[in-house]
């Protein structure tokens, strides 16, 4: 699983063998979650067992991080960069 970081005892990564859409994994405090690229930002996919506040600093890291997410996901995944932005 490539991992992209760490922040507030969260991980943010991609598992091995991904499908489009772009998306990200976050994972700890025994929750997770699934945010996928709708071209403009990253809307939450689901949501299991992670506290609100826990959330809304999710989703700013991912919002803080989406150059570097996008990025990372067409260096490990290979797929056509300029048709898909």
Do not use: C
């Amino acid at each position: 699983m490539p991992e992209l970081f760490r922040q507030y005892g969260f991980i943010f990564m991609f598992f091995s063998r991904e499908h489009e859409p772009i998306h990200v994994h976050v994972r700890g405090h025994n929750g997770d979650a699934k945010f996928n690229w709708d071209g403009e930002g990253f809307v939450m996919e689901y949501v299991h067992n992670i506290k609100a506040n826990d959330l809304k600093r999710i989703e700013r890291m991912i919002a803080e991080n989406t150059d570097i997410i996008i990025n990372r996901w067409y260096e490990l995944f290979k797929t056509d960069n300029e048709d898909n932005q």
